[in-house]
């Protein structure tokens, strides 16, 4: 690879001045190809100047290099999947060896020559691949996915791994190592594609068929990936090859096919058998080659129109929601020469929907009818510049558009509801406005630089230079109602058993009930539309990939990011830096790779969420004024006082552009993070890793609202609202968030045809005061330190166990493949745990005191309620489930790769019926009406004149949805044809 020592030096002069005219280019995030590097000895001597040349399918033609002084090579940029290795030198046997490739992996093929006498013979010998040692990735092939029964979105293929969690405020989402779960990277072919405020993925932009791999990085991650606090799942597409290929699929599906839950068998609840009807979802994929070795494309399309009966939470209402939906990709692979490579993707759906807003919406008249445009452009270069100089360089484009989200009347009446008695529901008329459409776009440049070094004294260095450019965009003013009104705290008129009464057209009624006996709000919001703010991230990292000798090995990494971004009038929002380091070693006990200690420290700093940094503008943050309700007490949608202004009120506001600061140096929080691992190959069948992850954050991100911060006469378009209190969003280290947990992970081949994986996660601990995120609510702020002569941190923000606890997380699954003169049968299975999440006894919305209210200091809007918590946070534990799925596959080769197939599910197959969710609601011993006749007959308080005692409410312990309950027995069948 190098030659003598002359040419050696001459290319390490050429490599390094490469470096430095090419580092102004240079931008990195993350990989989305692998590496096969090794060693060529013969007779324990390192071997110079054998030929060392790869093919595979996966590769446009062959790639070939000499191994240097130390008998080292290389090769980057290797697209996942099998490989043919061989090994020439002129009077020595020739060697051909085979690897499988995974996503992003670094597998190692070391070879030993012999001298041959007579002509060449070929001895083919099996890869000697790094054997999974530590628990901080996890990689599962299509070929794994179609085998077992699971849903085919990168997220869920992502929740298999082991240290992520779906116990989550919202849909889609994973919670990683105890992590935010706004606070992840999701990938697909090296573009970032999650949602800016939520960051869960734009499955939109995903055709399921056409993704290849997905690998999700929980631990020790390398300082190539920034922006996260969590971790990366990282996923690549298929791309065309020398022979056509393709597929078409169809999976249907049927809400007859699955079995009712407990609420919907029971009667009281009114919820009528579902409708039996087919739904289809259609895709398929077509890949092959314009120019043999030089031009390959490929494409995918998926289309579905599925109609399927919605159960509402508390009500049991039903209605049919649609949602259609077709997507395309297209790619194009280009090798200008062996040394360098071109790609181009683009990727386009347009879904529409009938839905609606929430899962805690209980009320059919609040449907919606929104479409999301989407679109994904995605150009990447590979280069090798020389055999130990790589280079690559990426841009993508990501656009998403909501449009028609929400309601459109401008009628009071036809305003949203939400309550929080006896518990969180959503009701009367769509939330948001469907006139207000929101954009969600970004911009990345990302690229690197290789250079592998080879030393006699300081073993080998696989050195990466590189860095990201990353723009969010976000337009939209987040218009909340079409009425500009939203009522907050008015719970619906019930029966005793709980259940809504509803009037004579069948809409819910409302309950008003005036100030002090109540606490009920109107919040009429003032959106900016259009409204504009971007947020730029610069990032820059080194990594070092250092094997010192055959025992030892280290990984050297820093990454430095800075942060910026201008709102709708130009202000700065933040201007920041971050340096965060990623350091490992491992040893390896034999030199061999089968059996490995390793340690890790790492920092993360979390990515630049707006609804944390754009909160001091109208972007997404419509001005709020908000109203109480005086009276008088009624209910009805035909009670004229509870939509009359006249009976409100002003008691406080939101003015974001005017209230609202960030300090100048506002950064997103950092998760420090320590890993001890230990794990190798037990025997040829079987590998088995364990690893003790500890994470901890600091400069928490909390919005302060202090006497001393002032107030401000806030006058928008000419109109005096009067003095507000400020806000400033501020980092501070005075929040409680940490997380301990042991993860699992092994493997044991049974047979050839027959495996078994035991993914395994037991969390020590996870506890504080620092939620920072709540259902549709990213990114938030609890403000524990505001108002800090009225509220008691002890009682409003306890420590204890945070949402994201599950003590266990088991998933077992098993694959046995069985060839008969029939066709192939395939047989697939799922055993999962989940023990049981926290939830607290607390009271929402509970009244400030009269003692409180005498501490307050001349606040211009005081709290006029609070979250008022009996012991600590997540003291009680939801019950656990488990449950088995079941997949069964079978084929028919035809010709050649031509081959039909049959897959169906069962999900649940034993029907098991554990209840993991229950109404909450408690009732404190404030002395009150609803608390004697609720069973209070006493009513101690603490030095704030806060109940100390509570009773359970009449519901306590009762389902409220269908969700309450785990996944029902459901049937699903799908049905295709590869070639």
């Not at 401008?410 to 769509?430: C, G, Q, W």
């Not at 993360?604 to 008088?632: D, E, I, K, M, S």
């Amino acid at each position: 690879m190098f030659g003598g020592k002359e040419e050696r030096m001459r290319r390490v002069v050429i490599s390094l001045l490469s470096l430095l005219v090419l580092v102004p280019l240079a931008f990195g995030q993350g990989s989305q190809s692998g590496s096969l590097t090794g060693t060529v000895t013969a007779g324990g001597a390192a071997m110079p100047g054998v030929t060392v040349t790869i093919e595979s399918p996966a590769l446009q033609g062959k790639r070939s290099q000499t191994t240097g002084s130390h008998g080292e090579y290389i090769f980057k940029f290797l697209a996942p999947g099998a490989y043919t290795i061989t090994f020439e030198l002129a009077g020595m046997r020739t060697v051909v060896q085979k690897a499988s490739l995974e996503l992003g992996a670094a597998a190692r093929s070391d070879a030993t020559l012999e001298p041959s006498a007579a002509e060449a013979v070929t001895v083919t010998a099996p890869l000697t691949e790094v054997q999974k040692t530590a628990v901080h990735e996890t990689s599962l092939s299509s070929d794994t996915v179609q085998a077992l029964p699971i849903g085919r979105t990168i997220d869920q293929i992502a929740a298999l791994a082991p240290a992520v969690t779906t116990n989550t405020p919202n849909a889609g989402q994973l919670k990683i190592n105890g992590g935010f779960a706004y606070d992840n990277v999701f990938l697909v072919d090296g573009a970032d594609i999650d949602d800016h405020y939520f960051t869960n993925p734009t499955n939109a932009l995903v055709i399921e068929e056409a993704v290849q791999e997905t690998q999700v990085l929980t631990s020790n991650i390398s300082a190539e990936y920034g922006r996260f606090s969590g971790g990366v799942v990282n996923a690549i597409t298929k791309s065309g090859g020398n022979e056509y290929h393709g597929s078409f699929r169809t999976d249907f599906t049927n809400d007859r096919w699955q079995a009712r839950t407990p609420f919907e068998n029971d009667a009281a609840n009114g919820v009528p058998l579902a409708p039996n009807k087919i739904n289809e979802t259609y895709s398929g994929t077509l890949g092959g080659k314009m120019v043999t070795d030089k031009l390959w494309f490929f494409a995918a399309g998926r289309y579905f129109k599925n109609d399927n009966q919605t159960v509402l939470p508390i009500t049991g209402d039903t209605f049919i929601a649609s949602d259609k939906e077709p997507r395309f990709e297209g790619k194009l692979t280009a090798n200008i020469n062996q040394s360098h490579t071109l790609q181009g993707a683009y990727t386009y759906s347009k879904e529409e929907l009938n839905r609606v807003a929430f899962d805690f919406t209980i009320d059919p008249f609040a449907q919606e009818f929104p479409s999301f445009p989407t679109t994904l452009w995605v150009g990447t270069y590979h280069g090798v510049l020389s055999p130990n100089l790589f280079a690559s360089l990426q841009y993508s484009q990501k656009k998403f558009e909501f449009k028609g989200s929400g309601g459109t009347s401008t009628d009071i009446h036809d305003s949203p509801i939400i309550t929080l008695d006896p518990t969180l529901a959503e009701y009367n008329a769509p939330y948001f406005d469907a006139t207000d459409p929101e954009e969600r776009n970004n911009r990345q440049w990302t690229g690197s630089l290789n250079y592998f070094l080879s030393t006699s004294k300081l073993g080998t260095h696989d050195l990466k230079l590189g860095g990201e450019l990353f723009r969010s965009t976000e337009i939209g003013g987040n218009s909340q109602s079409a009425t500009g009104y939203v009522f907050y705290y008015v719970p619906y008129a019930a029966g005793a058993d709980g259940k809504p009464i509803k009037d004579a057209n069948g809409r819910l009624q409302p309950v008003f009930t005036g100030y002090p006996d109540a606490v009920q709000l109107l919040l009429n919001w003032l959106p900016v539309r259009g409204a504009e703010a971007h947020l730029d991230t610069s990032s820059a990292y080194f990594n070092d990939s250092w094997k010192i000798n055959a025992h030892l090995s280290a990984n050297l990494g820093l990454r430095y990011e800075t942060v910026s971004g201008e709102g709708p009038t130009g202000a700065p929002l933040t201007k920041n830096h971050s340096w965060v380091p990623r350091l490992g070693a491992a040893y390896d006990i034999r030199g061999d790779g089968r059996y490995v200690l390793s340690g890790s420290y790492g920092e993360y700093a979390g990515g630049a969420n707006p609804n944390n940094f754009q909160r001091g503008t109208n972007v997404g943050n419509p001005n709020l004024v908000y109203y109480l309700y005086v009276g008088p007490d009624g209910q009805g949608r035909d009670f004229a006082p509870g939509f009359d202004l006249n009976n409100y009120a002003l008691v406080g506001g939101n003015f974001p552009a005017v209230t609202v600061s960030n300090e100048a140096d506002l950064r997103s929080p950092v998760t420090r993070e320590w890993t001890v691992s230990a794990g190798g190959q037990l025997n040829p069948q079987a590998f088995a890793a364990v690893t003790y992850i500890h994470r901890n954050v600091r400069n928490f991100i909390d919005s302060f609202k202090t006497f001393d911060l002032g107030q401000t006469d806030v006058i928008v378009d000419g109109n005096d609202f009067g003095f507000f209190d400020n806000t400033v969003l501020r980092n501070t280290d005075d929040r409680v968030r940490k997380y301990q947990a042991l993860a699992l992970q092994s493997r044991y081949a049974l047979t050839r045809n027959f495996n078994v994986d035991l993914n395994y996660t037991y969390m020590i601990q996870f506890e504080g005061n620092y939620e920072g995120e709540a259902t549709n609510q990213p990114a938030s702020t609890p403000g524990i330190n505001s108002f800090p002569e009225i509220l008691d941190p002890n009682r409003n923000f306890p420590v204890g166990n945070l949402n994201g606890f599950q003590k266990h997380k088991l998933r077992l699954l098993t694959s046995y493949n069985l060839p008969t003169n029939f066709g192939n049968f395939g047989f697939g299975m799922i055993y999962r745990f989940d023990s049981g999440t926290p939830y607290s006894f607390v009271s929402p919305g509970f009244p400030i005191t009269a003692i409180q209210k005498s501490h307050d200091p001349g606040y211009a809007f005081p709290p006029t309620s609070q979250n008022l918590f009996f012991g600590e946070r997540g003291s009680q534990t939801f019950p656990s489930q488990s449950r088995f799925d079941l997949a069964l596959n079978y084929d028919i080769p035809v010709f050649k790769s031509l081959a039909p197939w049959l897959k169906a599910t069962v999900v649940n197959v034993f029907n098991t019926r554990y209840r993991t969710g229950f109404d909450t609601g408690i009732v404190p011993c404030d002395g009150s009406p609803d608390a004697t006749s609720a069973g209070c007959t006493s009513a101690p308080v603490d030095a704030n004149g806060l109940p100390t005692t509570f009773v359970k409410g009449s519901s306590f312990g009762t389902a409220r949805s269908v969700a309450d309950y785990q996944q029902a027995r459901r049937f699903l069948l799908s049905a295709g044809i590869r070639f």
